[in-house]
């Protein structure tokens, strides 16, 4: 299927080792979900059904009151805040993103203002919020949380786990429980983190915020888990800004067949087979004259490594960002994280791969670092 759009359409066929990166197309999401989701293209539905159905679904994985769909996580965090400021009383939801007479604050830790493609304050802003920093954003402390959270206009506290996240950790429970002190539900943007979705909600969260697009491959959506009461704030904001947030059926349909692929597998399988994958192209590329490569655990606990490989300085031959470039260039176009190739270093993320692309990437490594730069290869 894949191949087919390539040719029809005459569109750049990619190997992604980026990670869930949305540029590219996220994820790849399994036959069952596709037919799924096609399944529901065709078809009418009352969609508080679909709705209900995901949150029962979600509420049985991992033990949260209620869950519901939006179009991404994005519109989660905004239908979020939209939430802590507005409750579900109907005036308030059709005034915003005019937030008069409402609590406008959302706090955050200066190092969670991460940016994943746009600015996640722009999130808090859509809503009508204003985000205001705590501590500084190499550190954070939870006596900066407490002191930022102390005023009369604050709606919620907001946090992220993510790898994009600076600075010195801010241990998540000790966050979450400052804000119940003060009265406001925490959110937790754990957007790229439903493989941790248990130990985000055990942090006492009040909401926490999934890209269902990503590890869990289900088409486009985001999902807001936790609370009942906010859970429905949240789909009362369809009445208001929610409107230009709202999931589509087949999304949401794609949505319940992944999470009930998600619930039949076996976590620590598939995490031996991402290992031995890794494990297999690490030893292949360390082979490579000119590259070290070496398994890097994910820095947020997700249950899987990535391979990072230092490209040695060595005459005529291409540095990391070159190499870099060289291989988005060639068809297919490979893509990796580049974002440390100034220090010499190459990411891989390798879950989506199968074996075939994996040797495509690596038969492309050994071409480029024989060849000197100049040369076409
Ligand atoms: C991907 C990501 C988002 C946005 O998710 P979408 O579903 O693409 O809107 C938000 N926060 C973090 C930390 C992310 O990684």
Redo the contacts with the bound molecule.
Sequence with gaps: MQMDLHQRYGFTPVINARGTF?PLGVSRSSRQVGDAVAAALGGFFVIDELLAAVSREIAGVSGAEAATVTH????G?TLAVAAAMAGSDPERIAALPDANGMPDRVVLPAGHA?D?GHP?VTDIRLAGATPVMAGRPDACSIDDIESALAHERTACLLL?S?R?VGGAEVDLAQAVAAARRRGVPAII?G??QDLRLERLLATDADLVVL?A??YLAAP?A?LIVGRADLVQACRAQERGIGRAMKPTKEAVVGVLAALQERRDLDLEAWSARQHRKLAGFIEQAGRVPGLQASAVPDPTGLPFARACLSVVRGAGRRDAAALARALRAGTPSIWLMDHQAADGRLMLELVPLDDREIQVILGRLAELLAAPPGEAV
């Design positions: 949305t991404c996580a994005a519109a965090i991460v994943y996640i992220v993510s994009l943007d957007a790229a890209s697009q990503k486009t985001g």
